[in-house]
């Protein structure tokens, strides 16, 4: 091993995007994962939806085992030059003001309820003294 890795720009190795050419990028090294398509468990579409990106996090995600990275060794053929790398940003969703979802004010709902249960004392006190009467 006492050669020099070599280094790929991403949009070299996004070249290798097919079932007979796939590399992928994990933890800025590159993968020719090619020979490998057939036998990965969770099928060759995996791997070809990784290709030409950082795939480290879809691999992450999963939880590979340790018998896993080791066999990556085999499929290594050199770094990613990490300036060719997009930034990751962070999604911040738009601000939206707040939003009343029955569209009537905390004003009126007050009100309503000290008078609906008011008014259906009121009724019943007067039913009461109607039929009391007769």
């Not at 066999?71 to 990490?82: K, R, S, T």
Request: hydrophobic share 35%; aromatic share 8%; charged share 25%.
């Amino acid at each position: 091993m006492g050669e020099e890795a070599k280094i790929f720009t991403l949009s070299e190795v996004s070249e290798h995007n097919h079932a007979h050419d796939c590399w992928i990028v994990i933890n800025a090294k590159v993968y020719n994962v090619t020979k490998f398509l057939e036998d990965h468990p969770g099928g060759d579409e995996v791997l070809l939806s990784s290709t030409g990106k950082d795939a480290t996090d879809d691999f992450e995600d999963v939880g590979h085992s340790e018998s896993a990275r080791e066999m990556m060794e085999q499929y290594y053929v050199g770094e990613i030059d990490p300036t060719t790398i997009p930034k990751k940003t962070k999604y911040t969703p738009p601000k939206q003001p707040h939003y009343n979802q029955d569209k009537t004010s905390e004003f009126i709902i007050k009100i309503l309820q000290f008078l609906v249960p008011i008014a259906i004392l009121g009724l019943a006190v007067g039913i009461r003294i109607y039929t009391k009467s007769e």
